[in-house]
């Protein structure tokens, strides 16, 4: 059974930072890719950084680059989010998702298969 666990939301200002963890059962981390996607009311699925977990080759949306930073741990099969510099236009609710496809082209939710449950950010 697949699972991922999310962890790191929370409530900060603007110019803050948050770290975010998406620990996955092993079958959906290695040799997978795993990226976050973020939810603002209202609006659609954003992907915002995505990590090849067999060579750690990383993909960042426009949107977050210079900001967030996608890395991993093999030992705990746990792919972190590191947002620095937040703004209100971070605030979302940030997805971790599994066993998906992306290329440089950019995220599309549709190509992963398996969804954490969801944690909030919030920047005011």
């Known amino acids: 059974h697949v699972q991922l666990v999310e962890s790191g939301g929370g409530s900060v200002q603007a110019g803050g930072s948050l770290k975010l963890s998406c620990t996955a059962s092993a079958s959906a981390y290695h040799d997978n890719s795993m990226a976050w996607f973020r939810q603002a009311p209202g609006e659609d699925r954003e992907g915002v950084a995505a990590?090849?977990?067999?060579?750690?080759?990383?993909y960042y949306a426009d949107s977050v680059k210079g900001r967030f930073t996608i890395s991993q741990d093999n030992a705990k099969n746990t792919v972190y989010l590191q947002m620095n510099n937040l703004q209100p236009e971070d605030t979302a609710m940030y997805y971790c998702a599994a066993e998906g496809t992306w290329s440089t082209y950019g995220l599309v939710p549709g190509d992963f298969g398996t969804w954490g449950q969801g944690t909030q950010v919030t920047v005011s």
């Open positions: 990590i090849y977990t067999a060579d750690g080759t990383t």
